[in-house]
Nanobody, 126 residues
Framework: QVQLVESGGGSVQAGGSLRLSCVGS??????????LGWFRQAPGKEREGVAL????????YYAGSVKGRFTISPDNAKNTLYLQMNSLKPEDTAIYYC?????????????????WGQGTQVTVSS
């Protein structure tokens, strides 16, 4: 059973940066066999995919609203997934969740991910 623990959230002013971390455990296979990603959910809104990747396939997806500002990256040796968030905007305020699922092609919807972290709050003030 994969377990995911996020950290790194907090409060920041618009234009600032944060780096989220997601430490995983219980992986049956190497990270290259999994799709890993970051989703977020703002109050009253549905959970949306922000940055997703399938290491084994070399595939990466970014939501249009974060493209050029956010970067997803893995550290295979540490079983850790990062989300570097730059030029943060108030509309980035949300709970950010890490997700994982074994895959053979990039998974892009929340329904396709079975393993989730508990979430970390990101608040961006104007």
């Amino acid at each position: 059973q994969v377990q995911l623990v996020e950290s790194g959230g907090g409060s920041v002013q618009a234009g600032g940066s944060l780096r989220l971390s997601c430490v995983g455990s219980g992986y049956t296979y190497s990270l290259s066999s999994y799709c890993l990603g970051w989703f977020r959910q703002a109050p009253g809104k549905e959970r949306e995919g922000v940055a997703l990747m399938y290491i084994g396939g070399g595939s990466t997806y970014y939501a249009g609203s974060v493209k050029g500002r956010f970067t997803i990256s893995p550290d295979n040796a540490k079983n850790t997934l990062y989300l570097q968030m730059n030029s943060l905007k108030p509309e980035d305020t949300a709970i950010y969740y890490c997700a994982a699922n074994q895959c053979t092609t990039l998974l892009t919807t929340r329904w396709q991910y079975n393993f989730w972290g508990q979430g970390t709050q990101v608040t961006v003030s104007s």
